[in-house]
């Protein structure tokens, strides 16, 4: 028996929930049930009473707002505690086309992806500037060399995840989600692939996305650190070789000079800026190992979480486990 679960997070979101879950299917081929989740990220207004007022089976309530990346994993771990095998992400603002849902969910079903991603036609959305348009195409070819993916639209929320995804996933990140886990994926080997999705006409401006410049430097802070975590030995490597190597070039220079031209000096600067120059760069060569060896305590503790994951999950199969009240610092209630 296949169950989806469609997570939704919310952040005052009563103008345009409304929208949202009244275009959202409950029943799909290939798929034997469907149940509805909202994820209320801190919510001051009308969200939640809006999420009940239209059946949402399961609503995880933060007393604050925690941000966007801590809501989706919210929503990613309490749909495996409920049972889902297919995960679906979308927002709450309609921005995506529910209509597509099938289209996404089929890789998944068909056994041929862990993760699918809609692409949205980015150059024919017209609320896009040329500018957040040049950006998004920027931002996902980066993603796609850190990731070693062929994800065309990175920063797209709308997803499907299967069981085992979700079950392997960590987002690290308080800003978004949606980044770090490509990168991640693509670093843990998942098979992640994109579908071409609509769009749906804007209901409210972008909370995430507030200024283009601000989102894109944390954007690639965000890639830096998920290239940091999942590959320190390599980074560390390639950022020591580069004062190493000025270090050498300067102490070669500084040979040269002492014993082949006759000038005058002994080029005390110089010898003492190679010294440093050499090394800074052994220093993060050993901040490398380092960090490499902390690299493998932290994939130790990830299998240990996805063992006892999988043990939840099969609980929730069995019809053993039982949603808590509490979510961390959250509250989760289900059959709402």
């Known amino acids: 028996m296949t169950k989806l679960i469609i997570q939704i997070p919310c952040y005052n979101e009563e103008g345009s929930l409304e929208v949202t879950l009244s275009a959202l299917p409950r029943q799909l ?18 969200t939640v009473e809006v ?23 919210a929503g990613l771990e309490t749909s495996l505690k409920v049972g889902a095998d297919i995960i679906v992400n979308t927002d709450a603002d309609n921005q995506y086309c529910a209509d597509d849902i099938p289209k996404l969910i089929q890789p998944i079903i068909l056994q041929q992806a862990d993760i699918v991603v809609g692409a949205r036609p980015i150059w024919k959305t017209t609320h896009f500037s040329l500018t957040k348009k ?25 997803r499907a995840f299967s069981q085992e995804a979700a079950l392997r996933l960590n987002v690290f990140n308080s800003y978004t989600y949606t980044l770090e886990t490509i990168i991640q994926a693509g670093q843990k080997g998942m098979s992640i692939v994109s579908v ?6 804007v209901l409210r401006p972008s909370r995430l996305v507030k200024n283009n410049t601000t989102y894109v430097v944390r ?16 980074f560390f490597l390639i950022l020591g070789s580069v004062p190493f190597s000025l270090g050498v070039m300067l102490g070669i220079r500084w040979l040269i000079l002492l014993f082949f031209y006759d ?11 190679t010294a440093i120059l050499i090394l800074i ?3 993060l060569w050993m901040f490398g190992l380092v960090a490499d060896v902390m690299a493998a305590n932290r994939r130790m503790l990830e299998d240990v979480q996805l063992r006892m994951r999988r043990l939840d999950t099969n609980a929730a199969k069995n019809g053993d486990y039982q949603v808590d009240s509490t979510y961390e610092s959250a509250n989760c209630f289900s059959g709402l």
């Open 29 to 46: 081929r290939g798929v034997d049930s469907i149940e509805w989740l909202v994820i209320d990220d801190g919510s001051q207004d009308r």
């Open 51 to 73: 999420a009940k007022a239209y059946g949402v089976d399961h609503i995880v309530h933060f007393p604050r707002n925690q941000g966007l990346a801590k809501a989706f994993m």
């Open 134 to 158: 040049l950006l998004q195409k920027l931002g996902s070819w980066v993603v796609r060399i850190a990731s070693n993916t062929r994800i065309p639209d990175a920063p797209s929320g709308f």
């Open 196 to 201: 071409p999705i609509r769009t749906n006409p």
């Open 219 to 234: 954007s690639l802070f965000t890639i830096l650190r998920i290239f940091m975590l999942y590959k320190p030995l390599r």
């Open 263 to 273: 000038i005058g000096g002994t080029h005390i600067p110089s010898l003492i800026l």
């Open 281 to 283: 760069g052994f220093q």
